[in-house]
């Protein structure tokens, strides 16, 4: 059959890794310290190898590999990413996926950092209305994300959110436990409460815990078709 891609490889590393987690067997850490090695190994991959590393109880082979990561960092805009800049419809060169699985070993390894911040920013600008792309980046995108704010203790938020559009308040509400797991709260913005030119939106959180919010813009033009 066809040879695996290295990144194939990494990804059925760390789910027998999780199988097994905290049940350390030698044929696996074997398996882990030959994959480092590999040049073809990308950041998807590392990612996943780093949190298998840690599942084995390997910490000090996770921290070299995140080390590693940490360095192949992309700056886009205001947010950070990993994975390959060449267009492919290979699952595992997927930007989205990758940078939420990197993301997601780098807090492991180090905790919560101005880089694990930066490409959670940049994730985020990713999202298509409701969801990402497709659903598998989108399931991705939710289990790192759900393990990074349960190990940052942000499932018990307790803030009082307020949003304005140009000095008129639009929504206050209080954000509990209770609201983890319900849906988002989208707002639609009409023309009654906006202008021609500039327009101030500000939301304003006063209380513990992590707000996560997006913006979406969608206009119309006039004239002649293009």
Same mark, same amino acid.
Request: glycine share 8%.
């Given at each position: 059959?066809?040879?695996?891609?290295?990144?194939?490889?990494?990804?059925?590393?760390?789910?027998?890794?999780?199988?097994?987690?905290?049940? /350390?067997?030698?044929?696996?850490?074997?398996?882990?310290?030959a994959l480092m090695t590999r040049d073809s190994l990308n950041d998807y991959g590392r990612g996943l190898l780093a949190q298998a590393a840690?599942?084995?109880?390997?910490r000090s082979?996770?921290?070299?590999?995140?080390?590693g990561l940490e360095r192949r960092a992309t700056t886009e805009g205001d947010g950070t990413r990993w994975?390959?800049?060449?267009?492919?419809?290979?699952?595992?060169?997927?930007?989205?996926?990758a940078t939420a699985t990197v993301a997601r070993a780098i807090h492991d390894v180090r905790g919560?950092?101005?880089?694990?911040?930066?490409?959670?920013?940049?994730?985020?600008?990713r999202k298509k209305g409701t969801s990402w792309t497709n659903t598998r980046q989108t399931a991705t995108v939710v289990f790192s994300m759900v393990d990074l704010l349960k190990s940052a203790g942000e499932l018990a938020p307790n803030y009082t959110v307020t949003v304005s559009a140009n000095?008129?308040?639009?929504?206050?509400?209080?954000?509990?436990?209770?609201?983890?797991?319900? /849906?988002?709260?989208?707002l639609e913005f009409t023309g009654?409460?906006?202008? /021609?030119?500039?327009?101030t939106i500000v939301v304003d959180k006063r209380g513990?815990?992590?707000?996560?919010?997006?913006?979406?813009?969608?206009?119309?033009?006039?004239?002649?078709?293009?």
């Amino acid at each position: 059959g066809a040879k695996l891609h290295a990144t194939e490889e990494a990804y059925m590393l760390r789910a027998l890794a999780r199988s097994e987690r905290n049940k /350390p067997m030698k044929l696996l850490a074997d398996h882990i310290r030959a994959l480092m090695t590999r040049d073809s190994l990308n950041d998807y991959g590392r990612g996943l190898l780093a949190q298998a590393a840690l599942d084995q109880g390997m910490r000090s082979e996770a921290t070299t590999i995140v080390a590693g990561l940490e360095r192949r960092a992309t700056t886009e805009g205001d947010g950070t990413r990993w994975g390959s800049s060449v267009e492919s419809w290979h699952w595992y060169d997927d930007q989205v996926e990758a940078t939420a699985t990197v993301a997601r070993a780098i807090h492991d390894v180090r905790g919560e950092t101005d880089l694990v911040r930066s490409a959670i920013r940049w994730i985020l600008t990713r999202k298509k209305g409701t969801s990402w792309t497709n659903t598998r980046q989108t399931a991705t995108v939710v289990f790192s994300m759900v393990d990074l704010l349960k190990s940052a203790g942000e499932l018990a938020p307790n803030y009082t959110v307020t949003v304005s559009a140009n000095g008129a308040a639009i929504l206050s509400r209080k954000i509990t436990s209770d609201d983890v797991f319900k /849906p988002e709260i989208r707002l639609e913005f009409t023309g009654a409460q906006l202008r /021609p030119g500039t327009n101030t939106i500000v939301v304003d959180k006063r209380g513990g815990g992590r707000l996560i919010s997006t913006a979406r813009i969608v206009y119309h033009a006039t004239g002649a078709q293009l």
